[in-house]
């Protein structure tokens, strides 16, 4: 049904078909707010890339398949190599997908020599699935995945006619610098494009003046979605959870004077600390990112 090879390139007839199937995805994906792959990888290290294709309608062997779009490029992954890590970033175009697309390849990747074995240096593969889709989850637990770390995503209405009120506390702001931050190692580049664009909108830095703490913080300035804020505690670990919540609260206070109705969040999942004060200032659960991790045999 399919066939596959690693690439360290992608040729400009393979690029552009990639660059179709991830829009195509990224759209179809947006409202879910499942990760997509890109085809700049991670960034972090040695990229490969693995272009699945099916042969063209009238020759794919069943009348269903034959029905789909007449496309060559049915699935994308893109692994990047660093210190023996793998990061995985894989999306099936959306008409081809729970038809075992991913679930033939995961299986041929790991008996066929040319699959995982063919890529030198790559011990261990590790994947962020978003929103917990639920194909990821049972090629997970297929595939003896385990969850390593967790992302949630957060959000909390403010202002308008039932105002967030608080104690005000003394705090610096000034020009946002961290911009590449991230929770949680990895997250930030695995993220879907919309949910990317709102951290970038994080302008300024946030700092409590009396005790430790920073905080990225920006409104949109473009319409319609200029009331959508976005707000990343800076976590260094030397903030006591008192000082998380003095800050969290003031950059509630301060998005809500800037004319934020809604601020959203990433708190890192097994920061205890960093999950009680959300909830306690009312940052509300959305969706789940999970990290899964597993070994290569051998
Ligand atoms: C996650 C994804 C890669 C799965 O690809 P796929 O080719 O559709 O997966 P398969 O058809 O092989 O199905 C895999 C498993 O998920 C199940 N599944 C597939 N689609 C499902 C759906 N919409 N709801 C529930 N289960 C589903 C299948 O039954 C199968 O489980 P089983 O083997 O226990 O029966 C694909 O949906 C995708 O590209 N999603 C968007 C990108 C993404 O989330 N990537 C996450 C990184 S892996």
Redesign the pocket.
Known sequence: MITWAWRRELDPADAAEVADLLAE?AAY?AEAG????RLDGDGTGERHHLVVEMPPVGSRGSAELDALPDVRVV?YLCLTVSEGVGA???????P???????????EQLDADARGWAAVPGVAELR?????A???????A??FGASVEDAVFRTLRMIGGSRPFVAELAAVRRAAAEDQGWESVPGHRRSIAPDDLEILGRAEEELSLVAGAGRALIGVSRDDPARDLATLTVLRDGAETRAELKVLITQALLVLQADGARMVQSHVPALDDAMVSVARELDLVHDQSDLL?RRRLAG
């Open positions: 995805a994906d499942f990760s997509t792959a699935a995985v970033q894989f999306v099936v175009r959306p081809f997908r729970s038809r075992g697309v991913a679930t033939l390849l995961a994947v962020w699935a978003h929103g889709h639920p194909a990821a989850g049972r090629m637990d297929r899964y």
